[in-house]
């Protein structure tokens, strides 16, 4: 544990970063593999799955978390798997 007191704030701060951000990862996670269980299975709500995952990784996007490169990936990945 640091002794000074902005590391002591510092590691407060970067605690909860982290737990905010490891949420938000784990929900983009978590709405790519709802639509991609619902593509293999052939449901009916796949474009309003297909639109929350994509919200979800512009999000992630937005907050720093993944690059721009990989989520336009990810997004590209997700319209070539729709349009099967």
Not at 8 to 20: G, L, Y
Not at 29 to 44: H, L
């Amino acid at each position: 544990m640091p002794n000074i007191e902005s590391a002591i704030k510092r590691v407060k701060t970067s605690t909860a970063a982290n737990a905010k951000n490891s949420s938000q990862m784990s929900a983009m996670r978590s709405s790519i593999k709802k639509f991609e269980q619902a593509v293999e299975a052939g449901a009916d709500n796949v474009e309003a799955l297909y639109k929350e995952a994509s919200k979800a990784i512009d999000m992630a996007e937005t907050k720093g978390l993944i690059h721009k490169n990989k989520a336009n990936r990810d997004k590209a990945r997700l319209s070539k798997k729709i349009a099967k």
